[in-house]
C-alpha cells in the first residue's frame, strides 16, 4: 500500500511575513553568550520590537526561531554579519534564503510556480496563480491540514506580500517579478551552506535552491567563478568534476572571513 506523501506546507505564513526590520532588530540585539532560549526570552520581556500586542510577540519569536535559530550556526552567522555592520545588500538575501528553507510553502511558490513563469518569460504574479498552487497542494493532501478556501487564500495573499518585501516581486495590488540582488558574498555564505548539506559541488551547482534568486545553472556558475575570482572561495570545474573549497568550517568563521575580506578591500 502506498504511503501517503508527508504533509509538508504550513500556513504560518499568516502569521508572520518577511519582517526584515524587525528581525534585524533581533539580530542587533542577540548576545551570542546565551543560548537562543534566553535571547528569545529576553526579546519577549523587554519587548525589543516595541508591539502592543504580547501575542504577536510570541507568534514572531517562534517565527524567528524556526528560521533562523533551529540551525545555531545560521542564526550566529546572521547575528556576526549584524553586529559587524555588513551592508544590508548582503543580510536581506540570507534573510530571504533562510526563510525559505525554513517554509516550504514559500520556498516552493517560487521555485515551482514562479521560476517557470520567469522562464516562459511572464513577469507578473497573479493572485490566482498563486491561489491555484497553494489549492493543488491542499487537494494532493501536502499541506498540514485539509484548508478551506478562505485559508488558501490568505496563505497565498501572505506568500505574495512576504515575497514582496524581500524584494523578489513588486507592487502594491499587481505583483511583478523584479531582479533579486544577490552580493557575491551572500552567494558565497548560501554556498557554504549548500555544500555543508550536499556534500557535492556538482549538487552544490545544480541546486534547486538557486531558482530562488532565479539563477539557472550557468548563471551559478558565473557566480562561482566572481567568488573564486575575489578569493572568497575556490572554484575548479573539469567536466562533471566540480570541487569547490572555503576557508572556513563553519558559517559563523565563513562570515567573518568575508568581513575581513570586504574591510580588506575598502582599506
Partial sequence: MT??????????IIKASALIADTKVLLAAWDPERSAAENLDRARRENIFG?????RVQDILKIFRQRYFDDTDVGTALVTLTQNSAPAQWIDPL???FSAQNDRTLRDLVVEVLYPRHLAGYTDLPVQVAVRAVRNWVAEGKTTTPWNEGTIER???GLMATLRDFGVLQGA???RLIPVYLPT???ALIALWLQQRERSGQLVLQSDDWRLFFLPVEGVERFFVEAHQEHLLT?????SVIR????AASLTEYAHALLESENQRAG
Avoid: C, D, M, W
Fill in 3 to 12: 504511503q501517503p506523501p508527508e504533509p509538508t506546507y504550513t500556513s504560518r
Fill in 95 to 97: 534573510l530571504y534564503f
Fill in 51 to 55: 508591539k502592543a500586542s504580547r501575542s
Fill in 173 to 175: 495590488v499587481n505583483k
Fill in 155 to 157: 496563505v497565498a495573499r
Fill in 235 to 239: 572554484y575548479h570545474a573539469a567536466g
Fill in 244 to 247: 569547490i573549497e572555503f576557508p
Fill in 185 to 187: 558574498p551572500s552567494f
